[in-house]
């Protein structure tokens, strides 16, 4: 290959990588924290969100995001940003303990409290409206999450996920709370069926929830592809309510 074509193609790839540049959001990446803690003895890690413009002196609300399996809290949240901007709303997305997926035990409410704990030692935020939306093994586990803890949570929702177990079901006796939770999920899931969705869709609303569920023609189980029209109209859906009190939580073993 000619010195000149040499030149020409990593002038290209420069071109390209400026051109990639350019299109990123501005603020991509620029306020993102990442945060360790102990928990249990063990080290963990969140990241943390604050949206660009924060209005002085008014608590903003604050939404838990649980990533889906073989993700992580920072890809999660990085799809939310443009929403969290938009909205003022603080974002934290923690891990979990392994990529394969939450475990009840390991990250279950005494971990994402601690997770909330620790941020509010350094900032401050609005306790009645703490939120929880959670993607596939993310989303089974902001169900059973949202019923345990449903004084603490103001409300919940999720994409692609549903209640496989039936033993898993035995959470809504624990609900405290009328907890409102909107279900989200692709008419061509390869994961979560339909028929299981609306089911457990059904077992919320007939324990008295208020359950919004929307189906997406078309969409099979990646996040990633609906997110931009999804995460507003979840956010929509969350922002809706707020608890009735301050929050309460419920030591669960």
Known sequence: MSRSCVMTLICTAITMIALSLASAPANAGAMIETRALTVAGKPRTYFVYRPAAEAAGTPQPLLMLLHGSQSSGRAILNEW???ADHAGVTLLAPNATTPVGWRIREDGPDYLRAVIN??????????????????????????????????????????AGAWR???????LAHARRKIPIAFFI???DEFFPLDSVQETAAAFRNAGHP?????????????HRVASRLNPAAWEFLQASELPAEPYYQPYD
């Open 81 to 83: 940003i443009e929403v």
């Open 118 to 159: 620790d941020f509010a030692t350094r900032s401050s935020f609005d306790r009645r409206r703490l939120y929880l939306f959670g993607v596939s093994g993310g989303a089974v586990h902001a169900l059973t999450i949202g019923s345990i803890e449903s004084a603490y949570f103001a409300a919940v929702a999720i994409w």
């Open 165 to 171: 177990e039936q033993r898993s079901y035995l959470a």
């Open 186 to 188: 692709g008419d061509r």
């Open 211 to 223: 359950v919004q569920l929307t189906i997406l023609p078309g969409q099979r189980h990646d996040y």
